[in-house]
Every structure is written in structure tokens, then in C-alpha cells.
């Protein structure tokens, strides 16, 4: 619960002052070609959706792993560089997508507060959950110490839900509960770390000895299914669900391929003939991408990635935007489980290895003359070792797609958020964007 929430984080873990914080996450692919201007009079009225809960990984994670004993923590300089406030915990320079999104909209104060620290007041406008090396799987991201797997972040929403039902804008009253997160949205990003740490990790888990890639996507999916029921349950209504990236393509990733661009890899998947065909739907006439593992191509960096890993990240975004559809369709015909079903909720997927794929395109209009190289980091690609404490990052942070050897920068980030709420292009955002969600 909230009021003892705050207090329970910062009491269940130890802090460890000056360790540095880092962790081997994806990059959810930085964004495509703004289909709105940057700015916030571009962005258009704000919506009416009151409150935005968010739940994911150190993508969007603003400090909840801050006093946690774990290596998954960005609370130093230079994070937050160019954050107002100095290192608040983000894993960016500045802002991450979610903050942007946020403030288009609408919610003011703009920035949607940490769950280790929030106060009662903050719970009806909203709170992030989010937990840098989460993952869906609860074991996903123990190789980096402490930090809240979705089922705990879930269960961490549900003391909060109880907690605002006892405020004084609400007194008890759960139906006035249920109909105040009825229209808020519900950010899930999730799988990133189930693949970087977890499953292309054989030293530390069996995971890709025990599961082929599809396997472990319909384990990872049938989880995610089971913890979206659980949101529905507490009064969710309104999802967006980002899809996992090109995790093969990041600074992290390029720095370990080998002189001959061979991936390093666990031999037990790159063995494995991945080859999918992916019908994103909507109004994208078709338009289908194939992948085939085992093998490095080029990719949204424009240069070689390892393409096994997309493969199989493929193989996962393919049955989430499937889930989506699914869970979308059995609300509109009745048919399905009680889990499927989940009525009058409406579910937006963010398709961010096609957004990557456009930024990449189109990089030079954004500004970006760096795609394959993190701003601040050590090492090939400066993604052998993540960002170290006080070290000097590049100087003009705008023309780098990547901030460190794993996550996006604050310019990328903005172009992400303008793209989940304004794209039309069903190949992005399907099947509608996060402004026509709200307005629902």
C-alpha cells in the first residue's frame, strides 16, 4: 500500500551508495518520423483521460530501483544530465517516452511519480511502477539484484488501488475507483529483459536450453496475458502495450559481434533456422518482414546486427500484437475466456521494431548523425561497458539515437512519444493511436 509502499522499498532493499548502476537491457528501437511537430502546442488539446499508470523496465523506469541493492540503478551523474531536476533514476539523458507522453496528455504536473516515493495525494493522477531488469518471468533480471518483476508491480498497483479507495476524494467508494481508472491509460512495456537477461544469457539461465524461441514467446505471452487479466480485474481499461524492440541492433549488441559480424550467441538457438513472416494488419496493405536468425544483417542502425536475437523478439512482438487483436476482437463478438475477454477494455500495440526502422530511415531529418554508437559509454560502439559514474558523455546528446549501450536518448524518446500518440500509420500504432485511445 502506498503509504507503507514508500517506506517498504526503501526498507527491503540496502542502499549502496556510489555503486554504479547499470544493467544489459534492449533498447525499445528509438522512434520514426514525427507524424506531429515537436512542441508542445503541436501536440493539440490535451485529452480527457485524467491519469496514466505505467508498468515496464528501465525503458521507463524513473526511479523505483533507486534504493534497491541491485546493479540496475541510474541515480548518478551523468544520467540525467539534461533532467532538470539532476539524476532522478532514469535510464536517458533527459526525459524517457513515458514522461513525454504523459505531458501530451495532459496531466499536470506532467511527470507521473515513482511508486517508491509517492505520496497519497499522488494516486489518482497516476504512478510508475516501472523496474529497470524486470521482466515478465519473475527470475528475469536476478543476474543484476533487486528490482520488482510485473507480478509485483502489479501486485504494488493493487495496494495503491486500495490505498486511493481510502482517500478523501474517494472514501471508500470502489465504484467511483473503478470508474476513475476506467479512463485512465495503462502503459505495459515488458519482454526486453526476458531476452537480454534471461534467455541470450547461458551462463546465468537454461532458459534457451529448455525452450525454443517459440516456446519461450508463448511462455513469456501466456504470463503477460495472465498479469493484463490481472489490471483489467483492479479497473484497467485502456492499454497500450509496447512491443520489444530490435534488441539485436543495440550499442550493447553491435559491440559483441566478432571481427568475421558473427553473433555471440548460445549455440543451442543460433542453430535453430528462425523464419517468420510478420502481418503487422491495419492499413499497411499487407506489407509483411521476414526474418531469419542465426545470421547477422543489416539493420535499423543501418549497419550489422544479430539477427538471431531479432528473430526471436520477432517471433515474440508477432503473438503480442496477436493478443492484442485478440483480446480487442472477443470484446467486440463475446466469444473467449473470461481472461480473453476482458470487456470494455480497448488495447493499443506499439510496434517500435517498424518506429526504429523509420528513425533509421529518416535519421538525418531528426538530426541523428550517430545510430550505432551509445553517447556516453566505454568500449567498441561504447557499449562494452555502460555508462560509468561522472564520466563525460558526448556533448550534443540530440544527434545520438542511443544514450548508453542499451536505452534511447531524450531526443529519441521524444520522437517514440509523438509517434504512440499522433501516428496513424496502423503499422506503428494499431489499431489506433494513444490520443484516440484517451478520447474513448
Known amino acids: 500500500m502506498l503509504a507503507r509502499g514508500s517506506s517498504s522499498v526503501a526498507s527491503r532493499y540496502v542502499t549502496l551508495a556510489g555503486e554504479m548502476g547499470y544493467e544489459r537491457l534492449a533498447l525499445v528501437a528509438a522512434a520514426a ?30 526511479g523505483n530501483n533507486n534504493n534497491m541493492l541491485s546493479l540496475a540503478r541510474a541515480n548518478y551523474q551523468p544520467y540525467g544530465i539534461d533532467f532538470h531536476e539532476g539524476p532522478p533514476g532514469r535510464f536517458t539523458n533527459g526525459r524517457t517516452m513515458v514522461d513525454f507522453l504523459s505531458d501530451m496528455l495532459g496531466l499536470r504536473p506532467p511527470l507521473v511519480p515513482p511508486y517508491a516515493t509517492a505520496r497519497p495525494s499522488d494516486l489518482p493522477r497516476g504512478l510508475n511502477f516501472a523496474s529497470g531488469a524486470s521482466g515478465i518471468l519473475p527470475e528475469t533480471g536476478n543476474n543484476l539484484g533487486g528490482h520488482y518483476p510485473l507480478s509485483e508491480q502489479v501486485d504494488n498497483f493493487r495496494d495503491a488501488v486500495s490505498d486511493m479507495g481510502n482517500t478523501s476524494a474517494f472514501r471508500g467508494n470502489t465504484t467511483k475507483v473503478t470508474e476513475h481508472l476506467g479512463r485512465c491509460i495503462f502503459y505495459v512495456g515488458m519482454g526486453s529483459n526476458d531476452y537480454l537477461n534471461n534467455y541470450f544469457m547461458p551462463d546465468y539461465y537454461d532458459t534457451a536450453e529448455r525452450y525454443t524461441p517459440r516456446d519461450y514467446a508463448a511462455l513469456l505471452l501466456q504470463g ?27 550499442p550493447y549488441e553491435l559491440a559483441r559481434m566478432n571481427n568475421d559480424n558473427q ?10 533456422d528462425i523464419s517468420i513472416s510478420i502481418n503487422l494488419g491495419g492499413g499497411n496493405g499487407g506489407r509483411s518482414t521476414s526474418s531469419t536468425g542465426a545470421n547477422p544483417t543489416a539493420g535499423a542502425t543501418g549497419g550489422y546486427c544479430n539477427e538471431t536475437i531479432n528473430s526471436a523478439i520477432a517471433i515474440y512482438n508477432k503473438g503480442l500484437l496477436a493478443m492484442v487483436k485478440r483480446f480487442n476482437n472477443n470484446n467486440n463478438n463475446g466469444r473467449g475466456s473470461q481472461q ?6 480497448r488495447f493499443v500495440f506499439l510496434d517500435t521494431v517498424q518506429s526504429g526502422r523509420d528513425v533509421a530511415a529518416n535519421a538525418a531529418a531528426h538530426g541523428f548523425t550517430v545510430l550505432d554508437r551509445g553517447c556516453c559509454g566505454v568500449g567498441r560502439n561504447n557499449g562494452q561497458i555502460t555508462c560509468l559514474p561522472l564520466q563525460r558523455p558526448c556533448d550534443d546528446r540530440s544527434k545520438y539515437m542511443f544514450w548508453d549501450a542499451f536505452h534511447p536518448t531524450e531526443a529519441a524518446n521524444r ?15 494499431y489499431p489506433i493511436n494513444v490520443s484516440q485511445l484517451a478520447a474513448v
Do not use: H
Open 263 to 272: 553473433p555471440d550467441t548460445p549455440s543451442s538457438v543460433a542453430n535453430e
Open 340 to 345: 480473453q475477454q476482458m470487456r470494455g477494455a
Open 415 to 429: 520522437i517514440y512519444a509523438a509517434k504512440a500518440f499522433g501516428s496513424n500509420n496502423t503499422a506503428e500504432v
Open 33 to 62: 518520423a514525427m507524424v506531429v511537430m515537436s512542441g508542445v502546442a503541436a501536440w493539440g488539446s490535451p485529452s480527457p483521460s485524467p491519469c496514466m499508470y505505467i508498468f515496464g523496465d528501465s525503458l521507463v523506469d524513473n
Open 224 to 250: 503477460y496475458a495472465d498479469q493484463l487479466a490481472e489490471l483489467y480485474a483492479l479497473g484497467a481499461r485502456k492499454f497500450v502495450v509496447a512491443g520489444v524492440g530490435q534488441i539485436g541492433c543495440i
